[in-house]
């Protein structure tokens, strides 16, 4: 299967990869320590169309396919992963729901201002007794003549501080389980919604989550995204749209420790020679280098299944699960071959070694990911 990037594709990946390695990752410190990302570097993000990735020319986005959009990610991968995660949680979960799923009314209402970025996105599903089990909800959604009234909360919802647009789910009719969950659109400024505190993480620092809150939430009944009862559907379907993404992401971020373990390895003298010499040191950079490009062509096949309409719930799953997997094994390595002063915040792989950490959890966990890949194995047997 040929992959060869169209060449306004190639254009755009190369001026991305010049904006991160000289506007962005020298900059990653200052992300880390202050768990914010500069007001400047997001809007020239903005400029560049990067919140538009998803989203179709005529609504004022960059209207690439998968594959150009994985091309993308993975250029954005290779730096800080608090502010990959904000533009990937916007253009991904936060957003695709609306462009696949919306009415046109919805699309020419809500995505113009997330094309531009200056409304976000974000994705709220999981709860404190549904996360990996997603069809436990207890957010809930009740009609009320042409409105719903939602009460309930979720937690762990990235973008939730800065975001404006989020795609809700909650429970529509009780008695059906998994088939009575319905998704909505809620605006920030809805009566009845509310933004906890931002929760304080291990890594990603820069992307913020938090809890959201429902109480006598009033939403239109015009606002239920796609139709009632199919949420579980829909938060499927977004989901599984989002994992080829992901896994870009992890691609690009493993590229990157490929390449700081390989130059360090070169330059880093011990016992009279670089430690590229050592046998063991050129057997973790083989496998490193193996699976990255395993990873590489995987992220690309999905890719394009979903530009070519094809059903990827298997695919899209054990891609994700690879590319978290292949992320967090290349991040040890990278560590192990740096050695102490990997260990240290000074230097990036500390970073990435964190950050790679959430990979196995958000967005279905890498057991969550088994099992749906188990599960379609079940129904292709059948």
Known sequence: MNFE???DIKSLKKGIRDFIDNEVEPRAMEIEENDQIPEDVMQKSKEMGLFGLSIPEEY???G??????CAVLEELGRTHNGYTTVIGGHTGIGGVGIVDIGTEEQKRKYLPDMASGEKIGAFALTEPSAGSHASNLKTTAEKKGDNYILNGSKHYITNAPIADIFTVMAITDP???AKGITSFIVEKDTPGFEVGKIEKKMGLHGSHSSEIFFEDCEVPAENILGE?????INALKILANGRAGMAARNLGSSDKLMELSLEFAHTRVQFGKPIFEQQIIQHYLAEMAMDIEALRSFT??????VDLKEKVIKEAAMV??????TYNKVADLALQIHGGIGYISEYPIERFYRDARITRIYEGTSEIQKNIIAGQLHKEYV
Do not use: Q, T, W
Not at 320 to 325: A, V
């Open 5 to 7: 990037l169209p060449e």
């Open 60 to 62: 004022g986005g960059l």
């Open 64 to 69: 690439i396919d998968m594959v150009g959009k």
């Open 175 to 177: 008695s059906k389980g």
């Open 228 to 232: 009632e009862d199919e949420g579980y």
């Open 300 to 305: 690309y096949r999905v890719a394009s299944k």
């Open 320 to 325: 994700k699960l690879f590319g978290s997997e």
